[in-house]
């Protein structure tokens, strides 16, 4: 008899999240997250080891198996992780140095030198997508000019993902949506384009085949199923980016929906036809997980970040009583910001920790506060922090706006979903009403709200057989649990200062870009 389990796995950047799907019932009945760490070897350096994402993966399926004999009855699985990020992998499937993340911001050079070579034009009609240090190549590059003998070694360019799916099935393997985040991938046609490889001076063989999300790429080994405990001879399909998984999760399947998912960075997701031109490079494209659909796609880097990073900066006592109480640390800290008056009495928070992506794209950037008097507490710190991330939040809004998306509400998903404080501002800044559903999860349950593991699984699903389509189950299984409505009064105030937040962040481009050479120059690393 087939087993009625899927197991979906979501690496992000700061943890691997993992569910099993019951998809006969359509719920979640195990779920984990594990960390793993991140390094900061120098400034704008930002790198993770891949075998820490395998190590993070292994450790949350053997937790997700002790809530449950699932092991031998997973008939399917998928992996979708971070993007943006350069993983070279040797003949032997190690990786050969440590990825560089979407976050690292040292390939500037580089992005100079692809738009001198290529062209940036040339790089938005086949990829769609913009010249970044966010994307692949310039990390490339940078990795083939300053470690030539690590270039020399990569025979395969992967993702995370793509990484841990060889590790399950023994593979080397692409999804469309990772594939979009390297130069060479023609989003139109959903192939590799020799011109721009040859162009950039990267051998395409160095990339892998592509395949779509839900399509078989393999079976778990027996070293893998001996290492996670899953059944050897389960399908694994391709998977997808962190965000198209989610977005399949939480129910934004059709063309013009949209999703706010945050972590530790966010996105803006807008659901576009693929065969739509859209002549805006300051949000990204990128392929769903459903054929025919692209992602028009606004990433922040600083969201969950920045809350995390006040809190480990100026959250000492905070952390205490959250150990000593058995407390969730960042309630303790909403519940500060709480006490504050929409607009933190005139403080503004610029969520630029390390660089800016969408809209900005400046690498240069710094985050900041403005506004501080002798009445400033901690507690408008706190809710700052909150509004300044969803003001970056409307910026990238107000350009899908302009390159004419149509957004009447956002479905919300991930970690800073679960403060009601953080999605009403966020309600009250975009003047938008949010759904924050409930996916895959039954009243008894108790797990969090994780969309793209859900993705995952639901893909998993298809491969394995249980689903003809990935859609065929999603109204079965996401539910909308509760919608935030904007404060009208709220916004028009927020909409005046952000007008003076934007203002702010332009008049000091120049100022910026000076400060970051003078880091550079005299080396505070």
Same mark, same amino acid.
């Given at each position: 008899?087939t087993?009625?389990?899927?197991?979906?796995?979501?690496?992000g950047?700061?943890?691997?999240?993992?569910?099993?799907?019951?998809?006969?019932?359509?719920?979640?009945?195990?779920?984990?997250?594990?960390?793993?760490?991140?390094?900061?070897? &120098?400034?704008?350096?930002?790198?993770?080891?891949?075998?820490?994402?395998?190590?993070?993966?292994?450790?949350? @399926?053997?937790?997700c198996?002790?809530?449950?004999?699932?092991?031998?009855?997973?008939?399917?699985?998928?992996?979708?992780?971070?993007?943006?990020?350069?993983?070279?992998?040797?003949?032997e499937?190690?990786?050969?140095?440590?990825?560089?993340?979407?976050?690292?911001?040292?390939?500037? *050079?580089e992005?100079?030198?692809?738009?001198?070579?290529?062209?940036?034009?040339?790089?938005?009609? @086949?990829?769609?997508?913009?010249?970044?240090?966010?994307?692949?190549?310039?990390?490339?590059?940078?990795?083939?000019?300053?470690?030539? *003998?690590?270039?020399?070694?990569?025979f395969?360019?992967?993702?995370?993902?793509?990484?841990?799916?060889?590790?399950?099935s023994?593979?080397?393997?692409?999804?469309?949506?990772?594939?979009?985040?390297?130069?060479?991938?023609?989003?139109?046609?959903?192939?590799?384009n020799?011109?721009?490889?040859d162009?950039?001076? @990267?051998?395409?063989?160095?990339?892998?085949?592509?395949?779509?999300?839900? *399509?078989?790429?393999?079976?778990?080994t027996?070293?893998a199923?001996?290492?996670? =405990?899953?059944?050897?001879?389960?399908?694994?399909?391709?998977? =997808?980016?962190?965000?198209?998984?989610?977005?399949?999760?939480?129910?934004?399947?059709?063309v013009?929906?949209?999703?706010?998912?945050?972590?530790t960075?966010?996105?803006?997701?807008?659901?576009?036809?693929?065969?739509?031109?859209?002549?805006?490079?300051?949000?990204?494209?990128?392929?769903?997980?459903?054929?025919? @659909?692209?992602?028009?796609?606004?990433?922040?880097?600083?969201?969950?970040a920045?809350?995390?990073?006040?809190?480990?900066?100026?959250?000492e006592?905070?952390?205490?009583? $959250?150990? *000593?109480?058995?407390?969730?640390v960042?309630?303790?800290?909403?519940?500060?910001?709480?006490?504050?008056?929409?607009?933190?009495?005139? %403080?503004?928070?610029?969520?630029?920790?390390?660089?800016?992506? $969408?809209?900005?794209?400046?690498?240069?950037?710094?985050?900041?506060?403005?506004?501080?008097?002798?009445?400033?507490?901690?507690?408008?710190?706190?809710?700052?922090?909150?509004?300044?991330?969803?003001?970056?939040?409307?910026?990238? %809004?107000?350009?899908?706006?302009?390159? =004419? $998306?149509?957004?009447?509400?956002?479905?919300?998903?991930?970690?800073?979903?679960?403060?009601? %404080?953080?999605?009403?501002?966020?309600?009250?800044i975009?003047?938008?009403?949010?759904?924050?559903?409930?996916?895959?999860?039954?009243?008894?349950?108790?797990?969090?709200?994780?969309?793209?593991?859900?993705?995952?699984?639901i %893909?998993?699903a298809v491969?394995?057989?249980?689903y003809?389509?990935?859609?065929?189950?999603? &109204?079965?299984?996401?539910?909308?649990?509760?919608?935030?409505?904007?404060n009208?009064k709220?916004?028009?105030m927020?909409?005046?200062?952000?007008?003076?937040?934007?203002?702010?962040?332009?008049?000091?481009?120049?100022?910026?870009?000076?400060?970051?050479?003078?880091?550079?120059?005299?080396?505070?690393?």
């Amino acid at each position: 008899m087939t087993e009625k389990y899927t197991l979906g796995i979501d690496i992000g950047t700061t943890g691997v999240k993992a569910s099993v799907l019951d998809v006969v019932n359509s719920k979640v009945v195990a779920h984990s997250l594990k960390e793993h760490p991140l390094f900061h070897p &120098k400034p704008g350096y930002a790198e993770q080891e891949g075998d820490n994402y395998w190590k993070a993966v292994v450790e949350a @399926i053997k937790d997700c198996f002790s809530q449950g004999s699932f092991g031998n009855k997973i008939s399917g699985v998928s992996i979708s992780g971070l993007v943006g990020v350069m993983l070279p992998i040797d003949k032997e499937g190690r990786p050969v140095r440590p990825a560089m993340i979407w976050m690292d911001s040292r390939s500037e *050079e580089e992005c100079t030198d692809i738009r001198n070579s290529i062209g940036e034009k040339k790089i938005n009609q @086949i990829n769609g997508n913009r010249v970044a240090p966010w994307f692949v190549e310039p990390k490339v590059l940078w990795m083939k000019k300053h470690e030539p *003998e690590n270039f020399d070694k990569t025979f395969k360019l992967l993702s995370p993902s793509g990484y841990c799916t060889y590790k399950m099935s023994g593979e080397f393997s692409m999804n469309h949506g990772d594939a979009q985040l390297f130069y060479p991938y023609e989003y139109k046609k959903g192939i590799w384009n020799k011109e721009i490889s040859d162009g950039l001076g @990267i051998p395409l063989d160095k990339y892998p085949p592509i395949y779509n999300s839900h *399509e078989v790429i393999g079976k778990v080994t027996k070293e893998a199923s001996e290492e996670t =405990g899953i059944k050897e001879g389960a399908v694994v399909v391709a998977g =997808g980016t962190d965000i198209s998984c989610a977005a399949l999760g939480c129910g934004v399947t059709e063309v013009g929906q949209a999703f706010y998912s945050m972590g530790t960075g966010a996105n803006i997701g807008v659901m576009i036809p693929t065969s739509q031109d859209i002549n805006e490079f300051r949000i990204l494209k990128w392929t769903s997980v459903l054929p025919g @659909i692209t992602m028009f796609d606004g990433p922040m880097a600083f969201v969950g970040a920045s809350l995390n990073w006040f809190k480990n900066i100026f959250g000492e006592v905070e952390m205490k009583k $959250a150990q *000593e109480n058995n407390l969730n640390v960042f309630d303790l800290l909403t519940e500060q910001a709480q006490k504050i008056k929409p607009g933190s009495d005139g %403080l503004m928070y610029f969520p630029y920790l390390g660089s800016t992506l $969408a809209p900005n794209w400046n690498s240069a950037a710094t985050g900041m506060f403005f506004g501080i008097t002798p009445t400033t507490t901690k507690a408008h710190f706190i809710r700052a922090v909150i509004e300044g991330v969803a003001y970056d939040c409307n910026s990238n %809004l107000e350009v899908a706006r302009q390159a =004419g $998306a149509k957004i009447d509400k956002l479905t919300l998903n991930g970690g800073p979903t679960k403060s009601k %404080l953080w999605n009403q501002i966020t309600s009250d800044i975009t003047g938008l009403h949010l759904d924050l559903p409930d996916v895959g999860k039954s009243e008894e349950s108790g797990f969090p709200p994780e969309a793209a593991p859900l993705g995952d699984a639901i %893909l998993a699903a298809v491969g394995a057989g249980f689903y003809d389509n990935p859609l065929e189950k999603i &109204k079965d299984i996401v539910k909308v649990r509760q919608t935030f409505k904007p404060n009208i009064k709220n916004h028009e105030m927020y909409s005046e200062f952000y007008t003076v937040w934007r203002s702010i962040y332009h008049n000091l481009i120049t100022d910026m870009k000076d400060h970051h050479d003078l880091m550079k120059k005299y080396d505070f690393s």
